[in-house]
């Protein structure tokens, strides 16, 4: 998402800028094959961390599920993506949330299209999922962002479709009962960011923005990656940072692109991001690792809090 730090060597931040603030209350996407890897979420991630499980075509509900309630079991709130291309009828739909619901305790989802280019049955978009009121009753709905716009929605390489729809869940937002947020695509970029946030508040639009951060990779991995979540402008950071020899092997670290967010924050009352969604691209592991070695009290795993009592 020069704004990387690619040494283990923490740099200064500017004065009265704190990435323990900026970190609070973050959040982490895992898959089910990535949760296998784990053997303690309390033992990496802190009290509270919301833990975002991305349903790829092709995985079967029955590992999603099981993933939810071990991670839920563990103590941690759980927020399936619902992709509504890859779900055939409301009927499937109902029948995910019951079992979510019933099996994981889940009150939380997040909504989006998917990246399926031919949908599998009768939903197309975010909105139509919204629509048939089963997620009445959720405490919390999330809703995907696109800080360098969606191809896919805007063809025509504008934003118009996007924030069509994006009005539309404003006002969703603005007559439902749940708590309700934007998490974005990763991005590698602070002052675009910046720019579309503020965009985003003249247009009306109010939902909290849970910006989506690439956590500590090879570079390699990250452009990979970045290419085939259709990551545009800021692709650029990477590949001129690839063309330095130098530093081609050096890890990528999020710690100049959340600083420089992080200072934007500290001076900007009302700045519409409210928190930081990671995509632990290099590993749930290492990007743990990372919060917990520049995030203070914000990045100290559960057990390790409890063991301070």
């Known amino acids: 998402m020069a704004l990387f730090n690619f040494r283990r060597e923490p740099q200064a931040a500017p004065a009265g800028v704190s990435l323990e603030a900026m970190l609070d209350g973050f ?21 509270g961390t919301r833990v975002y499980i991305a349903h790829i075509e092709g995985t079967p509900i029955d590992e999603m599920v099981a993933t939810a309630r071990r991670v839920s079991a563990e103590g941690f709130p759980v927020m399936p993506h ?29 909504l989006l299209a998917g990246g399926v280019a031919t949908p599998a049955g009768d939903f197309d978009s975010s909105m139509q999922l919204m629509e048939t009121g089963l997620f009445d009753g959720f405490d919390r709905l999330h809703v995907a962002g696109h800080p360098e716009g969606n191809k896919d929605i805007d063809p025509d390489g504008s ?18 009962d749940a708590k309700m947020a934007m998490a974005t695509q990763f991005c590698f970029e602070a002052d675009p960011v910046i720019a579309w946030a503020n965009r ?25 990656f970045a290419i085939a979540c259709g990551v545009g402008p800021s692709l650029r950071v990477l590949q001129k940072r690839a063309m330095d020899v130098t530093k081609l092997l050096l890890p990528y670290e999020p710690t100049e692109f959340l600083t420089a967010l ?18 632990p691209l290099g590993g749930i592991k290492t990007n743990a690792a990372w919060v917990t070695e520049n995030g203070g009290a914000s990045g100290v795993p559960a057990s390790h809090a409890q063991g301070q009592v």
Do not use: C, N
Not at 200 to 224: D, F, N, S, W, Y
């Open 159 to 176: 934003d118009r479709m996007v924030m069509e729809a994006l009005r539309w869940k404003q006002a969703f937002a603005d007559r439902s």
């Open 82 to 110: 619902f992709p509504a291309r890859i779900i055939r009828d409301k009927a499937m739909l109902a029948d995910w949330i019951a079992r979510y619901q019933g099996e994981a305790g889940v009150t939380q989802a997040l």
């Open 27 to 47: 959040s982490m996407e895992i898959m089910p094959r990535t949760a296998e890897k784990v053997e303690s979420f309390r033992d990496i991630l802190p009290l």
């Open 200 to 224: 985003l508040a003249a247009e009306g639009i109010r939902l909290p923005i849970h910006i989506g951060v690439a956590g500590p990779a090879k570079l390699q991995t990250l452009i990979k």
């Open 262 to 279: 992080a200072a934007h924050k500290a001076k900007t009352p009302g700045f519409g991001i409210e928190s930081v969604h990671f995509f």
